[in-house]
């Protein structure tokens, strides 16, 4: 079950706990295409750091 917490005056965010005994924390912001681009570059960004360890 969902409900609202105000993050600041006049503006909400929905929230939905899948699994309220659980520890950790997954955080999904679904926004505006800049955020995707933004984060689409920085994970490939990420991904080949990574494999460039991995050689």
């Known amino acids: 079950m969902g ?3 105000e993050v600041q ?4 965010i929905y929230v939905e706990d ?5 520890k950790k924390t997954i955080v999904f912001l679904h926004g505006c295409p800049e955020v995707i681009s933004s984060l689409n570059t920085n994970l490939i960004s990420y991904q080949d750091w990574v494999i460039g360890v991995l050689e």
């Open 18 to 22: 899948l699994n309220p005994k659980s």
């Open 3 to 5: 409900y609202y917490v």
């Open 9 to 12: 005056e006049d503006v909400k």
